[in-house]
């Protein structure tokens, strides 16, 4: 049965409506579809490397006055970890005042967040460097296993709260996108 009438003005803004609808529902399924599988976004945003996930070598360390540091003692802690010369040069000078910057920057999680020295020498830090990092745990391998897990030249590591080292940071990371990325994380 076909209807002989003519479409009323009523009739076609009623289509119009439904035909709007139906595109605001779908368009952003469209979009998200295209953006997931047509061109996808560069996955480069991160500041750091991530990493296989391998545990921290709490066995391979120990305070500066001998005692071992244990899993339990920094399990509520994300560490953001240096390993490096106890004469610490410009470079690692550099990588000790952008962690501590990081810290800061975090405001109320900043207390989720442990800095840690590993020295990798028998060489002792100078007190008036020591003196501008007073929350910096400092510790001394045991053997060459925690200087190998944190090798490259000024790199700052992240270690989750499990205990696992899960990011590397070049000495050239932007100062910006490292305390950025670093408050995504400690959010967790």
Not at 24 to 29: D, F, G, I
């Amino acid at each position: 049965m076909n209807d002989p009438r003519p479409a009323t003005p009523i009739r076609r803004s009623g289509r119009w409506a439904l035909i709007a609808i139906a595109l605001v529902c779908v368009l952003p399924l469209l979009a998200a579809l295209y953006f997931r599988f047509i061109a996808p976004p560069d996955a480069s945003t991160l500041a750091g490397q991530a990493l296989t996930p391998a545990a921290f070598p709490y066995a391979a360390v120990r305070r500066m006055d001998g005692q071992p540091l244990t899993h339990a003692e920094v399990a509520e802690h994300w560490m953001v970890v240096h390993a490096g010369s106890g004469l610490c040069d410009s470079g690692c000078r550099d990588a000790l005042y952008l962690t501590r910057q990081a810290r800061t920057a975090q405001g109320r999680n900043m207390e989720r967040i442990q800095r840690v020295w590993i020295i990798a020498d028998a060489k002792r830090p100078a007190a008036d460097l020591l003196a501008l990092h007073p929350d910096l745990l400092l510790l001394e391998p045991v053997d060459g296993r925690a200087v190998e897990a944190f090798a490259g030249a000024g790199a700052i590591h992240l270690v989750d709260r499990r205990g696992f080292v899960v990011f590397r940071y070049a000495p050239t990371v932007d100062p910006k996108a490292f305390i950025r990325e670093l408050g995504k994380l400690v959010k967790f």
